[in-house]
C-alpha cells in the first residue's frame, strides 16, 4: 500500500470514528437527559440502569470525537482512560442489568441496592484503568506524534507488557461479565419456558416471595416449581 492510499485510509478511518461517535453521542444522552427533567424517579431501578449506561456510551464515544490526538497530549490522555473506563464500566451496568432481572424474575429476591450497584459497576472499572499506570504509559499505539492513544509500554516497541495488561485488566474481566450475562439470560429463558409449559396446564401453586408477598405460580402435579 503506497502512501497515498494509507493517507486515504487513515482519513477515511477517522471520518468513519468521527460519525459513529457522534451519533453514538446523541443516542446515549437520550438515556440519561430524563433523569434530569424527572428527578423524582431519578433513583428507580431503571432510571439508574439507564442513566449510568448512557453516560458510559456517552462518554466512551466522546473519546473518539476528538479524533487522533498528538502523542502526550491532554486530549490523548482522556481519550486512552475514557475509552478504557467507560468501556468497562458499561459492560459492568450490562451484567448488572441481567442479572437484577436474573434475581428478580428467578429467585423472587429483591433487586440489588444502587449503592451496591455504584460501587461494583465504578468501583471496579477505576481500578483495572488505574493498575496498568503502574507499568505502562499513554501513547500513541504506533509510537507516532499522532494517532490513536491507548496505554502502551514504556519501552519503545515492546508490547509484552501492554499485552498482559490488556487481558488482565479488559479481557479477563469482560469474560467474566460476559459469563455473568449469560447465565443470567439462560436462566431466565428456561425458567420462563418452563412456567409457559406448566401455565398451559391451569396449574398453579401459592409462593411468598422475600417481600412476604404472595403470587401464584405454575405448579406441576402438585408439586412446587423450584426457581
Not at 493517507?7 to 433523569?35: E, K, N, Q, W
Not at 439508574?48 to 491532554?74: H, K, L, Q, W
Request: charged share 15%; proline share 4%; hydrophobic share 45%.
Amino acid at each position: 500500500m503506497s502512501d497515498t492510499d494509507q493517507g486515504r485510509y487513515a482519513d477515511s478511518t477517522a471520518t468513519l470514528y468521527l460519525v459513529t461517535s457522534c451519533i453514538g453521542m446523541v443516542g446515549s444522552a437520550s438515556l440519561f437527559i430524563p433523569s434530569v427533567f424527572f428527578p423524582k424517579h431519578r433513583y428507580q431501578q431503571y432510571f439508574v440502569f439507564t442513566t449510568n449506561i448512557g453516560i458510559c456510551c456517552f462518554m466512551f464515544a466522546a473519546a473518539y470525537v476528538i479524533g487522533e490526538p498528538r502523542n502526550d497530549s491532554s486530549d490523548c490522555n482522556f481519550q486512552a482512560i475514557s475509552s478504557k473506563l467507560f468501556s468497562l464500566a458499561g459492560f459492568a451496568w450490562e451484567a448488572a442489568i441481567c442479572y437484577s432481572i436474573y434475581l428478580i424474575s428467578t429467585k423472587m429476591r429483591r433487586k440489588p441496592k444502587p449503592i451496591v450497584l455504584h460501587t461494583l459497576c465504578w468501583l471496579i472499572p477505576v481500578l483495572l484503568t488505574a493498575l496498568p499506570f503502574s507499568t505502562e504509559k499513554i501513547g500513541t499505539y504506533n509510537y507516532s506524534e499522532r494517532g490513536y492513544c491507548g496505554f502502551i509500554s514504556r519501552t519503545h516497541g515492546s508490547g509484552a507488557v501492554s499485552n498482559f495488561w490488556r487481558i488482565a485488566t479488559f479481557g479477563f474481566p469482560l469474560f467474566i461479565v460476559f459469563s455473568i450475562s449469560v447465565y443470567s439470560l439462560a436462566s431466565i429463558g428456561i425458567v420462563a419456558f418452563k412456567a409457559n409449559r406448566l401455565s398451559q396446564r391451569g396449574l398453579k401453586v401459592a409462593v411468598t416471595t422475600a417481600r412476604g408477598k404472595v403470587v401464584s405460580l405454575p405448579c406441576h402435579s402438585g408439586r412446587e416449581l423450584v426457581l
